[in-house]
């Protein structure tokens, strides 16, 4: 089983920065994209930006310029820099990774648990 832990989400102003942290851990063989979704409340789940194993990254156009997406392969963990927060930035976050659990195992979906992220006017 793959098991994923956020941290580092909080209540900010306006203008203000986070940053989100998600290690990976448990048995895998391998993990290819990590990324970061968002839900606030009465909403779907939304991307925020993903990261490939080989650094390639994607974000929604509603971050693009103010979040960063960030990885560490040696420890497993992806980062999401938040920066310029505003208001409707406000939701839960939630760490995605698709891994292998063996060699010759189908690529799977893992989700963590989320963490809360508020922005006050």
């Known amino acids: 089983q793959v098991q994923l832990v956020e941290s580092g989400g909080g209540s900010v102003q306006a203008g203000g920065s986070l940053r989100l942290s998600c290690a990976a851990s448990?048995?895998?063989?391998?993990?290819?994209?990590m990324g970061w979704y968002r839900q606030a409340p009465g909403k779907q789940r939304e991307l925020v930006a993903t990261i490939t194993s080989d650094g390639s990254t994607n974000y929604a156009d509603s971050v693009k310029g103010r979040f960063t997406i960030s990885r560490d392969n040696a420890k497993n963990t992806v980062y999401l820099q938040m920066n310029s927060l505003k208001p409707e930035d406000t939701a839960v976050y939630y760490c995605?990774?698709?891994?292998?659990?063996?060699?010759?195992?189908?690529?799977?979906?893992?989700w963590g648990q989320g963490t809360q992220v508020t922005v006050s006017s």
């Open positions: 995605n990774a698709n891994a292998k659990r063996r060699a010759f195992t189908n690529w799977a979906s893992y």
């Open positions: 448990g048995s895998f063989f391998s993990i290819n994209t």
